[in-house]
């Protein structure tokens, strides 16, 4: 499969497509920034390694997981949380690279939240298949804070929903270089990805990783 048009010549253009009262697409916001942001990307993944995790109600999660920044998000038997040390290799979560926050900063202030202070990365890695059920994002300190996602690689159809489970959401495509802002009214919508689809970027191949930056603590 080729890349398409889009994926290839598709530029930022400052657009801020509202999806919710507080919740914005930035086409293509971070597609100027992949010479800064793909090579963290494989250091992070190689001190701390992409992991299958496991769910409280014992399933294994068919997108795989790693983190940087003070704190990561971890789910096994016991629950979710934030911890500071990488639960596999003992060792503090690699540190988030200025190249990373200060792109996630940025896309918060172009969305009208201004001095977003992430300290944690979740790093999700979707291979043809994966999908992450509908939930919300709620084990975060701070629900002040936006949270800032960035899609890289194949694209994705992700789901955004209301404040029950029940709402029917609405089906949102996310493109390689696509960031997402969502906060205040819109910070606890339940949302998810649609199974990913075969497909192949010129960049990262066969995979879709997605970068959500949060103020955890
Ligand atoms: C939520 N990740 O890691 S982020 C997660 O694409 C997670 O990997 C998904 O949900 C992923 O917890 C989705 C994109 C997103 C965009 C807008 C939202 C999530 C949103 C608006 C409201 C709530
Ligand atoms: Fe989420």
């Not at 038997?77 to 996630?104: F, H, I, K, N, V």
């Not at 906060?183 to 606890?188: I, T, V």
């Not at 960049?203 to 949060?214: A, E, K, V």
Request: glycine letters at 8%; hydrophobic letters at 40%; charged letters at 20%.
């Amino acid at each position: 499969m080729s890349a398409t048009f889009d994926e290839v010549f598709a530029l930022p253009d400052g657009r801020v497509l509202p999806i919710g009262p507080s919740a914005f697409v930035l086409p293509g916001f971070a597609r100027l920034s992949m010479d800064d942001v793909l090579p963290t990307l494989s250091e992070i993944a190689r001190r701390s390694p992409f992991r299958h995790m496991v769910t409280p109600g014992g399933d294994t999660m068919s997108v795989a997981m790693t983190n940087c920044g003070r704190l990561g998000w971890v789910t096994d038997r016991r629950g979710y949380r934030y911890t500071e040390d990488d639960p596999d290799t003992g060792a503090p979560w690699p540190a988030m690279p200025a190249a990373l926050s200060q792109l996630a900063r940025a896309a918060a202030a172009a969305a009208g939240f201004t001095a977003f202070e992430p300290d944690a990365c979740l790093v999700n890695r979707y291979l043809p298949g994966n999908r992450l059920s509908l939930h919300q994002d709620r084990n975060e300190r701070d629900f002040d804070s936006p949270i800032v996602s960035v899609s890289l690689g194949i694209p994705a159809v992700f789901l955004f929903g209301g404040h029950k489970r029940s709402d029917k959401p609405l089906r949102v495509p996310l493109m390689h270089g696509d960031v997402a802002v969502w906060g205040r009214e819109d910070r606890l919508r339940f949302h998810g990805v649609m199974p990913l689809k075969e497909n192949s970027h010129p960049l990262l191949g066969g995979q879709r990783i997605n970068l959500t930056f949060r103020k955890a603590a």
